[in-house]
Structure formats: C-alpha cells, structure tokens
C-alpha cells in the first residue's frame, strides 16, 4: 500500500515528491524488518524491503520513459528523461536522510547490531582509504572496481526491472550509517544540532567523486530498465530507442571514469 503513496505519473512531473516517499519508505522498511527478523538481519532486511516498496513505481516509469522515446524523441536525452533522473536521485538522498536518522536515534549498541553490514562495509572502505590498498590502486584500478558495479547495475535493472535499485538503497543506507554515526560520535549537546552538522559534512566529502559514481550508477539503472521495457514491449529493433539507451549507457561510463580520476588524484 506503501507504494501507492505516489504515482508515476506525479513523480514525472514532481521528482521532488520521491525524497518524502523515500523517508517513508525508508522508516517503514526498517520498523518492518525489525518484526521480521533479528536485530543482526536489519541491515539486510531494510534494504530487501525499501527495494520491495519501490519496484512498482520505478518499473512503471522505465516503461513511461521507453515509450516517450517510441513517440517522442526531440531534444537530447538528458531533456527527454529528466524528471526519471531526478526522482531517482531524489529517492536516494531521501533515503540517506531516513536512514542515518534511524541509526541516529537509536541507542548506539542497537544501531551497531542492526547495521552491521553498513558498519563493516564502511570498516573496509577506511581501511582501503587508508591503507596500503590506497597506493596501490590507482586510477585503473579504481576505474575497473566501479565499471564492474555499473554493469552489475545495468544487469540488474535490466533482469530484475527495477534491479538497479537495490545496489542504489545498498549504498545509501551506508551513507546514511555514515552519517548516523558521525552524528554519534559529535558528542554536542543537542542530537539535533549534531545531526545537521554531520549531514552536510559527510555529504560534501563524498561529493567530489561520489556525486559522478552515483550519477552513473542513476544512469545505469536507467538504461537497463528502459532496455527491459523495450524487449517486453518489442520495441527493440526500433533505432531511436536503441540510440537512446546506448548514449545513456555511454554517459554513464564517462561519469564513472571522471570519478574515477577525481578518486585517484
């Protein structure tokens, strides 16, 4: 019923409304993990059902944008599929916001429990930031890691519909734990206070290169999705639309090296 909050059609001409949705959405999925399983599976669970919540209305407008490219192909493709572009942006920041105040809220042992994925996860990248990983993996290195999680997103959307999403909660439920403990770890003497502090600190140092990797990442699942709908609908031997979703998978990987290289320096 959740996912009925907001239809495609809303969210095509106000992406914005998805960050509100994403909070709910986001509260709900842990709230309903933490009565399904245990407090160790949260991390997972949440992620399982934020994913579950949102496949009818992603699935809906990659078939809404694979049939504006069947009627209507003016403009370039960043025009055409905007709004498509926004709302998942706007679902992934919304997310980072429902998760890291979850994780903010609660006592600090049972954050640490139910996200334990999201803590290990983020032990590994500190590690790897920090360590002998970082000199060693340059620019190629860097460059070949991301690729490959782009066609796992590209795959995914394209198998599973709305697949890509998954790897998108995946990684904002870790920014949002990454905010969520900062915000712990402020010892201020309002939450509150700390907690808008570390919401823009974390974000702006993840900014220079994971706005391009998470832009690829949105561009991916765009265009697995848009594939998928396209050879259910049979519409693949249709040029345009093949046109389309390649320059989008194309963008895409131009993001993700652009990222690469701002990583690597």
Not at 240 to 255: C, G, K, P, Q, W
Request: hydrophobic share 55%; with cysteine; glycine share 10%.
């Amino acid at each position: 019923m959740i996912e009925s909050l907001l239809r495609p059609d809303v969210v095509k001409k106000r992406p914005y409304e998805m960050f509100f949705l994403a909070v709910v959405i986001g509260i709900v999925a842990v709230w309903t993990a933490t009565l399904v399983g245990g407090p160790a599976e949260v991390g997972h669970l949440g992620v399982a059902f934020a994913c579950i919540a949102m496949t009818p209305i992603l699935v809906r407008i990659f078939q809404m944008e694979e049939e504006k490219d069947e009627h209507e192909f003016r403009g370039s493709f960043v025009v055409r599929h905007g709004a498509a572009i926004e709302a998942y942006g706007y679902y992934f920041v919304g997310l980072i916001v429902s998760i890291s105040l979850v994780y903010a809220l609660l006592p600090a042992s049972s954050a640490q429990t139910m996200f334990e994925p999201q803590v290990h996860e983020l032990t590994v990248i500190q590690s790897m930031s920090t360590g002998r990983v970082a000199s060693t993996c340059g620019f190629f290195c860097l460059l070949e890691n991301n690729l490959g999680v782009l066609a796992l997103t590209i795959l995914f959307s394209f198998v599973f519909g709305a697949g890509a999403i998954y790897i998108l909660t995946w990684n904002a439920s870790i920014v949002g734990v990454l905010i969520g403990m900062m915000t712990k770890n402020a010892g201020g003497t309002s939450m509150i206070t700390d907690y808008l502090i570390a919401l823009p600190t974390s974000l702006i140092a993840l900014m220079p290169h994971g706005i391009f990797e998470i832009g690829a990442y949105l561009f991916g699942g765009l265009a697995g999705g848009m594939l998928s709908a396209c050879m259910i609908r049979g519409h693949l031997p249709k040029k345009e639309v093949i046109r389309d979703i390649a320059t989008i998978a194309l963008f895409s990987i131009l993001l993700v090296a652009i990222g690469a290289v701002i990583e690597a320096g």
